[in-house]
């Protein structure tokens, strides 16, 4: 099938090539002269494992194109997946100004029937309103049928996600749409559940908010198992063998970052107020999310005493591993406080490359661990890239001042870092 997909960031880019792997033709379609020359040189511009491997391939083969060119796009196209961004808006509500943009444009050069696609997580009823903009713009009459299908994938795991999916989501209100989407996946023989537009929009939402209290609500427990002595994996390890519980998200340690559970959360909850809906369970999972990186910076406290003058050395800049993604990464939090308090910032990330304005000079970036904890009092894992378990933590304790080490994500062994000399502390772990 032809699809086009618009907005060609992390998800619609993902997606474009997921498709064209699954066997169908693809269109990428943005604004963004300059990405979109990039893509067509075969500069992908974001980092996902594996995902150069299908860029590359399909982009040889034409499976997939990439342009700037609404009207041909649009035209050529009989099923359109709306990819584009939804940021906050100040008061936390979704920024809907690109969804509304790119529905009049359809509207305006939809030809014969199409069926529209809305993968950009919008608040509940804005699948109607992308089906009021289109109408509205349209000066034919020509059918068209606008569906909710949201987008579930990891960063990280974005490729495997998109090939197993636990289920499809499918919001529709019209047959025809719901049979030619549900097509487009069928060679992954996943899990359907067809829906209401409105439902679907929910259940995105609703998942995120989900997976995002089962962390704050570990970590809360994380800080009670500092205080009672318990170690927290053993307590994550026997809650998630209840199959009603689940493993998984009880991963204890400075909190969730990401481009989607904080914005999710506030758009959900913007939602809600406007609704006269409290969520205030939800709220809560918001506030101990914002106040756990600090509860790292605390642990340090108690150790160093006074932060002013003293070097830290913060590992990994990533919201989380296998991504050079740094949006609300719990890194930042944590690094401004240390500068706040006078402290010596030095930071290494496998791949993320601190912008020089970012924090002026407070913060020296450096490119190997054993140069970026060189002296330095004490260091503090903030992303759990797996190469830091690999590090020589021997090496590194020899070359550093002091001997603190504290582990924002619970990764290495509390034992052997303890047996080689640190004082090591994680969150709930220790
Ligand atoms: C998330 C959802 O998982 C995905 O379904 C949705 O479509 C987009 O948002 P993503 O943001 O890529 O995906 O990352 P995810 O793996 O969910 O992790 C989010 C954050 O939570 C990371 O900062 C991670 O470090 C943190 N996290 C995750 C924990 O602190 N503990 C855990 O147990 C799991």
Redesign the pocket.
């Known amino acids: 099938m032809n699809i086009l997909i618009i907005g060609t960031g992390y998800v619609g880019t993902s997606t474009a090539l997921v498709f064209a792997e699954l066997g169908h033709k693809v269109i990428g379609l943005d604004t963004d002269i300059r990405k979109i020359d990039e893509l067509n040189r075969g500069k992908l511009h974001f980092y996902e494992k594996g995902l150069d491997h299908l860029f590359y391939k399909h982009l040889e083969k034409g499976n997939v194109q990439f342009t700037t060119d609404t009207e041909q796009a649009i035209k050529k196209s009989k099923v359109i997946f709306i990819c584009v961004g939804t940021p906050n808006n100040d008061d936390g509500s979704a920024n809907l100004q690109f969804v509304e943009q790119v529905a009049r444009n359809i509207g305006h050069f939809i030809n014969n029937y199409k069926v529209i696609v809305i993968k950009s997580?919008v608040p509940v009823g804005v699948s109607e309103k992308v089906r009021e903009w289109i109408a509205e713009s349209k000066k034919n009459k020509v059918r068209f049928d606008v569906v909710s299908n949201p987008?579930?994938?990891?960063?990280?795991?974005a490729l495997w996600?998109a090939m197993h999916p636990d289920r499809i989501v499918i919001g529709s209100r019209s047959e025809k749409a719901t049979l030619i989407v549900s097509k487009l996946y069928q060679s992954l023989n996943a899990l359907i559940i067809v829906t209401t537009p409105q439902a679907a929009e929910l259940i995105?939402y609703a998942?995120?908010a989900f997976?995002?209290t089962?962390?704050s609500f570990?970590?809360e427990m994380a800080k009670l198992c500092d205080k009672l002595d318990i170690n927290i994996l053993q307590i994550a390890e026997g809650m998630g063998m209840d199959h009603r519980i689940g493993p998984?998200?009880?991963?204890?340690?400075?909190?969730?970052?990401?481009?989607?559970?904080p914005k999710?959360l506030n758009a959900l909850l913007d939602t809600a107020k406007r609704k006269g809906v409290p969520l205030s369970l939800l709220e809560k999972v918001v506030d101990i999310n914002q106040t756990q990186p600090l509860y790292v910076i605390e642990k340090l406290k108690n150790k160093l005493r006074l932060l002013k003058k003293k070097r830290i050395c913060v590992l990994g800049l990533s919201?989380?591993p296998e991504?050079d993604d740094t949006r609300e990464?719990?890194a930042f939090p944590i690094i401004r406080e240390l500068i706040n308090q006078g402290a010596e910032v030095a930071v290494h990330d496998p791949i993320v490359q601190l912008s020089d304005d970012m924090f002026q000079s407070s913060v020296k970036q450096f490119e190997t661990e054993q140069q970026a904890t060189q002296k330095v009092d004490a260091v503090i894992i903030c992303?759990?890239w797996s190469q830091y378990i690999r590090v020589d933590w021997k090496e590194i304790l020899i070359n550093m001042s002091g001997n603190v080490l504290l582990d924002g994500?619970n990764m290495l062994n509390a034992q052997e870092m303890k047996e080689i000399g640190f004082d090591y502390e994680g969150v709930g772990y220790k």
Not at 248 to 261: K, Q, V
């Open positions: 997580t987008e579930f994938l990891r960063e990280g795991s996600d995105k998942s995120n997976l995002a089962k962390i570990i970590n998984y998200f009880l991963e204890a340690g400075i909190g969730y970052g990401g481009s989607c559970f999710d919201f989380k991504t990464s719990r992303t759990n994500r």
